[in-house]
């Protein structure tokens, strides 16, 4: 089944550092959207990308598609402390389907 | 900027008992879903709602959940009869016209069910 898996499931990086996360999925899409989630609260969405593009930029988030090898990658620079949260990338296919979300990589960024 | 809200934001029951959890999706959506979140586990698609009638639901939406839009701004998930198994967190969610073809879904906060 058509499913978004990110990996790792957890990352530990010092304040100002990258991080990237990496996010797999098994079948054709029709877009491809990033969320975070802090403890306990609600989905915030972050950026949608199409499977006609490759990469999208919002503030210090950088997401790139690649459809041939059915990945995303979501990079956040010079992260701060408040960027700790966790992942999610979610994918829609072709046929209209909701949202199928992966597991979610937990990002701690440490002060 | 507009906003999906949710309520109750908490909400503690019996089981065997039933719960009506309430979203006002953006006005101008009209695509609406539920998802839910157990917890430590990954959000789930329950159910998506559009022109007053379910367009698709998963395995985890059977005849013990239902959804109405009673009138033009919410969106209710009733859960009958609920069982331990259905404490989560409850997501209620819209997106503009076009729905999952590349349209934005927004999220909100939540509603966290338990049932004891």
Redesign the interface.
Known sequence: SQQGEEDPQALSIQEGENATMNCSYKTSI??L?W?RQNS??????LI?I?SNEREKHSGRLRVTLDTSKKSSSLLITASRAADTASY?C?T?NSG?????????TRLSVIA | EPEVTQTPSHQVTQMGQEVILRCVPISNHLYF?W?RQILG?????LV?FYNNEIS?KSEIFDDQFSVERPDGSNFTLKIRSTKLEDSA?Y?C?SSEPG????????????S?LTVV
């Open positions: 029709n877009n959207q969320y306990g609260r609600g989905l915030v969405h949608l199409r999610f979610a829609v209209n389907t909701p949202l199928v979300f992966g597991k979610g | 879903y998802y586990q990954k959000v789930e698609f998506s698709e967190m997501f969610a729905g999952g073809l590349g349209n934005t879904i927004y999220f909100g906060e939540g966290w």
